[in-house]
Structure formats: structure tokens, C-alpha cells
């Protein structure tokens, strides 16, 4: 079975971004892109919402045509263009690059999904990952804590009604002092019964 696995940066004060979707805060070096990029050459899929689909597809298809662009940039480039994307959009009519549009978050069709062969499955994007969350549909969260306080902006995880027990599996620091914090959800708390759709309007990007 594959897992769903949801990968964000966060400041240490726990924001996805900063206002006005600032993300100027971000330490990304060579060292830390070459490994989201070893990470993410291994999934099976990209999962986003509109929005964060639309950022990524706005830059990623073209991105190595620059000829003084970073070898890590060029290589996620060829990764991204590559790799099979669901987009979960009520509006979206269609969308190029591999991509499948998919109108709500049901957690039947995305048990099926990971059910299929193939590498595990890469989540993003605040929004639909708080679906995913609600229908306890992650099987583990990868963290990357950036040393800076934010102070204001969007939070990753919104308001649940109750916790969600985790495991650590991982930790590992980068010379530039991210964090990598890498969890698995317990399986003992997962309801199998919350089965039910849920639509999604998304906001977020994903790294790199």
C-alpha cells in the first residue's frame, strides 16, 4: 500500500508563509533542494490543489531553459514535468503536464489511489492537506523547520477537534539549520469510517 506523505517548510513559530504569502524567509540552498529533489524523484504522484498546481505549473515546465539556473532547479524542473499530478479543483476545466483534475477529496477514491502500484504519493498545499487530515488520510508528515520566527502570516495546521497521535521515525539537521522533523501518523487512530467527500479550495505551494 502506498503512503501519503505531506513535506512543508515552516518557520519555527509554525506559518507555511508569511503575509502577503511571503516565503522570503526560507534557507533553501544547494544541500537542502538536492534533497527534496532525491525525495521527490521516488514518489509515485504529485497531489495539490488549484492553486498551489497553478504556481507550480506557471514556473516548473520552463524552469532549465534558463541557462544560468542551478543544477538542482534544472533537475526538479525535469522531475516535476515528469511526474503524474492530481489537481483536486472544482474549477479547474483541465490541466496539462501529466495532470489529472479530480473534483472533491473523497476518501474512498484516494484509498484506491494508494491501493495502485506505483511509489508513495506526495501531498501539498495547506488547504488540501487539512482535507486530507480531517479524513485521516496521511500516513506520515515530513517537516522542515526553518530557524526564524515569522511572527504573522498562515499557519500550516488549522483548528481539529481532536489530536492526532504521531511516531518519530527521523531527524536530521542541514548545515543551513533546517530541521527535518519526519513522522508517522498512528494507525491505531485512523476512523475508517469518515468516508464522506470533501471539496477543496487550495492555497499553498510545494517545495522546492
Not at 12 to 30: I, N, T, Y
Not at 36 to 50: C, H, K, S, V
Not at 53 to 61: K, Q, R
Amino acid at each position: 500500500m502506498r503512503k501519503i506523505i505531506l513535506s512543508f517548510q515552516v518557520s519555527l513559530d509554525g506559518f507555511m508563509e508569511g503575509p502577503h504569502a511571503d516565503l522570503s524567509w526560507h534557507r533553501v540552498d544547494a544541500e537542502l533542494h538536492e534533497h527534496f529533489n532525491d525525495q521527490l524523484r521516488t514518489m509515485g504522484a504529485f497531489l495539490d490543489g488549484r492553486v498551489t498546481y497553478e504556481l507550480m505549473a506557471g514556473f516548473w515546465p520552463t524552469a532549465d531553459q534558463d541557462p544560468d539556473c542551478p543544477p538542482a532547479v534544472a533537475d526538479f524542473a525535469a522531475i516535476w514535468r515528469e511526474m503524474p499530478k492530481y489537481v483536486y479543483s472544482r474549477t479547474l476545466p483541465e490541466a496539462g503536464w501529466n495532470t489529472t483534475v479530480v473534483r472533491d477529496v473523497d476518501a474512498g477514491q484516494v484509498r484506491a489511489l494508494k491501493a495502485a502500484p506505483g511509489g508513495d504519493l506526495a501531498l501539498g498545499g495547506a488547504e488540501l492537506a487539512d482535507s486530507f487530515r480531517r479524513l485521516e488520510l496521511i500516513d506520515e508528515y515530513w517537516i522542515y523547520v526553518h530557524p526564524v520566527l515569522v511572527g504573522r502570516g498562515t499557519p500550516l495546521f488549522k483548528a481539529a477537534a481532536a489530536p492526532t497521535d504521531l511516531t518519530l521515525l527521523e531527524t536530521r539537521t542541514f548545515r543551513n539549520g533546517v530541521a527535518l522533523l519526519r513522522y508517522a501518523a498512528n494507525p491505531d487512530a485512523a476512523d475508517q469510517s469518515a468516508d464522506h467527500a470533501i471539496s477543496d479550495n487550495e492555497t499553498g505551494a510545494r517545495q522546492p
